[in-house]
């Protein structure tokens, strides 16, 4: 009986628990590295370094060209992240699905090297 539960429980709740379990550790990655508010910020100024302007002509021009910069830096490193953070989640993604596609067949890998085995 115990060999038989093992199979039913294999080939059904433990298939779904992988399932889950990718979701869960692709839904961390994502979480860790902040996507949604990468995408929300990424205009913003670097580090929130903003030049308030003066009161003269140079001032502004030198303020905006300032605040120009900022966002620029700050653009580069969010896409920088926001790709390191796709080529993670595509990983992390592949495995899973080779985990997904694997789980159904280490039963029976087992079967079949202990076959292996005694011939």
């Given at each position: 009986m115990f060999?038989?539960?093992l199979f039913v429980w294999w080939y059904g709740s433990g298939w779904k628990g992988v399932l889950t379990s990718t979701g869960r550790r692709l839904d961390g990655l994502t979480q860790m590295f902040s996507i949604r508010i990468l995408l929300q910020t990424l205009?913003?100024?670097w580090r929130r370094i903003i030049t308030q302007p003066g009161a003269s002509l140079d001032a502004h021009v030198r303020a905006f060209f300032d605040n120009l910069v900022s966002r620029v830096v700050g653009f580069t490193v969010r896409i920088f992240?926001?790709?390191?953070a796709g080529v993670a989640?595509?990983?992390l993604a592949?495995?899973?699905l080779l985990?997904?596609?694997g789980w159904p067949l280490v039963p029976l890998l087992g079967i079949g090297l202990l076959v292996w085995g005694v011939l």
């Open positions: 060999i038989l539960d205009f913003a100024p992240v926001l790709f390191a989640v595509a990983f592949i495995i899973g985990e997904l596609v």
